[in-house]
């Protein structure tokens, strides 16, 4: 069984910080491309941040550089998006996926196992 769980979204108040985490189950997460994506109500999906299986290249969008972070924690199978200053348009469902590649793309149609993803809102 293939599974990925999100956890650590909240209500947080602007300029302030969380830090998801995509845990693996079944499976080697170090295989696999990992990627962040958020969707918010009446958008399209986008990829906010991702991670290369290979040399470890990270993509970010440019709405998020410098203020994310995504790492690798192969000790524990998961991957983590440090989210610092965040503001209210962060506010979305976000979700974790994997991709088996060799392709590094932040695109979610690449990515083929998804978590049911976690909520962040952004607001005072």
């Known amino acids: 069984q293939l599974q990925l769980v999100e956890s650590g979204g909240g209500l947080v108040q602007p300029g302030g910080s969380l830090r998801l985490s995509c845990a693996a189950s079944?499976?080697?997460?170090?295989?696999?491309?990992i990627g962040w994506f958020r969707q918010a109500p009446g958008l399209e999906r986008e990829g906010v941040s991702c991670?290369?299986?290979?040399?470890?290249?990270?993509y970010y969008a440019d709405s998020v550089k410098g203020r994310f972070t995504i790492s690798r924690d192969n000790a524990k199978n998961t991957v983590t998006l440090q989210m610092n200053s965040l503001k209210p348009e962060d506010t979305s469902v976000y979700y974790c996926?994997?991709?088996?590649?060799?392709?590094?793309?932040?695109?979610?149609?690449?990515?083929?196992?998804w978590g049911q993803g976690t909520q962040v809102t952004v607001s005072s």
């Open positions: 996926a994997a991709d088996r590649g060799p392709e590094f793309l932040c695109e979610f149609y690449e990515y083929d196992y």
């Open positions: 991670i290369s299986r290979s040399d470890g290249s990270t």
């Open positions: 079944g499976f080697t997460l170090d295989y696999y491309n």
